[in-house]
């Protein structure tokens, strides 16, 4: 099981060491506070512990999981940076009522194992019943300590389904929610749009900053980018109005979504064309995103962003600073790529569908120091009300927000949103609540934040729909003649 043979790399002293062989794997973490405790997910639905050079089961959901028609299964786990204390980890898989729904839950460990019964949603799952593809798969937790996690478009071609421009649309999205033990997320909130299937996506360990795999679908592959601390809220990735920094698919007059965002789309900070030609011949297909580089030993590559293509198989790399004059082959190969992983201490992992895990290792000796935890913020609630959904055209209806938890709140600001665009800012109260009179001219949609800090996580609450009604004429009886 576990063959520690080195494989010579390039010039850039790239090799690999195998860690084991496994039944369709397709994602790796480690517990955040001991880095020699790997977690592999395998897509059926099981996950195992390696530890010592031992593997075990640690938990087992194949009953709830739809697997493995086109790209459905369990598709990743992140493990709650407390882990260690609260056993808590949340898994990303495709669910069986529909089949294919979405779902983000939760389970709970004890000692090396966690069993079935602790498995529970933390999101409404969501509905992905017209194709088996574009599921998206990862869950990361951001360097702020919420929970992200990247939906696809829904499957098919050219988003027919119109998902990932649609702002209404938890498809074709990367979502954030603060999870909380016992409570479910009901509306995660829409933290980036227009992603076709972000399968992979990762947080620089050093500096926080997004990176997303973004698969592309008849010309080009692409690599997003999102810098630390606004990590890309509120960003328009472009598909499917635009493949990379082409033109998409739709006619403008089938898709008025494309017209009114035109200008407002981020493009990637990297793309390559599906003609690119691997080391085995094999011609590009579905970028496989990974990690920037931070891990021991890694020399030269140290800080250089890691990724692959399901089909190339090739390991490359290229520099944050200039990515399409850097990019290069590190000269490893790793035949049906699914995955990259990362483990506490930065050590990066290439995993195959085909069942092999490898280590990716540098030129240098280095020693594992985990990553030290994320700073111990409570997670918030932000509520909103408003008092009446019905308000008299052009006349000011009126929206209050609170907070919990309510201790040390009172005088943090409020912000009320209408769309993307904000409207203004409040100040709670002893009651930890603020008050807002926005005009209300046509039907909106409003949604309130709060801010994190050193005490508590940023909260963004649902939306709430107000509209206008006209004032009721009162018809009077005409005299007589």
Known sequence: MLSLSLMAGTAHALGVQQIGNFDEPIYLTSDPGNPERLFIVERQGTILLL??????????????VSCCEGERGLLSIALAPDFDSSGRFYLYYTGKVEPGEIHVAEMVASGNSAPFSSLRDVITPIPHPEETNHDGGQLQFGPEGALFFGTGDGGGGNDQHHNAQNPNSELGKLLRIVPTPG?????????????RNPFRFSFDRLTGDLWIGDVGQAEREEV????????GQGANYGWNCMEGSLPGPPPPDEDPQCAENT??????????????VGSTGAKACAIIGGYVARGPGMGELYGRYIYGDLCEGDIRSFSPAAPATTDRSEGVHIGNLNSFGQDSCGRLYAISGSGP???LVGPEAGSCTPAPPPPAASPSFVGIRAVNRKVRRHRRGLITAWVTPCPGRRGDPVTLWRGRRKLGTRYLDRACSAHFRPRIDRRSSFRVTVKGDSDYLAAISRKVTVKPVRPHKVRRPKAPV
């Open 263 to 276: 200008g407002k789309f981020v493009p990637p900070v990297f793309e390559y064309r599906h003609s690119r």
């Open 51 to 64: 530890e010592n050079g031992q593997l075990q089961p640690f938990a087992d959901i194949r009953s709830a």
């Open 357 to 359: 895990i490898y280590r």
């Open 183 to 195: 409570f479910l997320v009901p509306n995660p909130t829409v933290w980036s749009l227009g992603l």
């Open 224 to 231: 997003d980018f999102a810098a630390a601390p606004g990590l």
